[in-house]
């Protein structure tokens, strides 16, 4: 079975521009959530989609948004981007939200803001 | 709320010695907690779980790890540390009936010398 895939891998915008990532959830996953990764802040719940519902969010600004489809794939994305948004930005499925349910990680989209 | 902590920044082990990754946590509920591991430019990858049953959790690449209740810990061991196991291992918690959100640690930097 396919992993999680992510694109793309790297990413380069200049501060003001928006962005949007993409997140392929394994076959049959179902749940799909976003984390922000920096070396200071660790790692940081976005949100997470359950049946193209947005079930959770994290403390972020409104200028992070996301979506998912009908096929569970997801996107997310940030407009007037800003230099701290420099960052590896995770997805992650698993089969269901149940609290119990593990997440399956992708490898990541890298972006950096100059 | 929910919270967890790992009290060490990095840790040093010698090829062929046991390894020890500490971690501790808070939940007001029953806790569900895992532990994943992220190679250098790669997305974190699920190594075991506890959800309930024995406090000794196997998991893979020989990594295993222990729930104690009392210490509200959940360290994760290996009998024999490889090179190739040096990457950077994340602790999370999630809490019975809460959030669907996980708390991740800030991570452990594990660097198995030969």
């Known amino acids: 079975k396919a992993g999680v895939t992510q694109t793309p891998r790297y990413l380069i915008k200049t501060r003001g521009q928006q962005v949007t990532l993409s997140c392929s959830p394994i076959?049959?996953?179902?749940?799909v959530s976003w984390y922000q990764q920096t070396p200071g802040q660790g790692l940081q719940f976005l949100f997470e989609?359950?049946?193209?519902?947005?079930?959770n969010k994290g403390n972020f600004p409104g200028r992070f948004s996301g979506r998912q489809f009908s096929n569970s794939r997801s996107e997310m994305n940030v407009s007037t981007l800003e230099l701290g948004d420099s960052a590896l930005y995770l997805c992650?499925?698993?089969?269901?939200?149940?609290?119990?349910?593990?997440?399956?990680f992708g490898p990541g989209t890298r972006l950096l803001v100059l | 709320a929910q919270s967890v902590a790992q009290p060490e920044d990095q840790v040093n082990v010698a090829e062929g010695n046991p390894l020890t990754v500490k971690c501790t946590y808070s939940?007001?509920?029953?806790?569900?907690l895992f532990w994943y591991v992220q190679y250098p430019n790669r997305g974190l990858q699920f190594l075991l779980k506890?959800?309930?049953?024995?406090?000794l959790v196997k998991g893979s690449y020989g990594f295993e790890a222990e729930f104690n209740k009392s210490q509200t810990s959940f360290h994760l061991k290996k009998p024999s540390a490889l090179v190739s196991d040096s990457a950077l291992y994340f602790c999370?918690?999630?809490?019975?009936?809460?959030?669907?959100?996980?708390?991740f640690g800030r991570g452990t930097s594990l660097i198995v010398h030969p």
């Open positions: 992650a499925s698993s089969l269901v939200d149940r609290e119990r349910e593990a997440q399956y």
């Open positions: 076959s049959g996953h179902r749940s």
């Open positions: 989609y359950f049946s193209e519902t947005q079930r």
């Open positions: 939940v007001s509920g029953n806790p569900y």
């Open positions: 506890y959800i309930t049953g024995d406090n």
């Open positions: 999370a918690v999630r809490d019975e009936g809460g959030s669907y959100i996980p708390t």
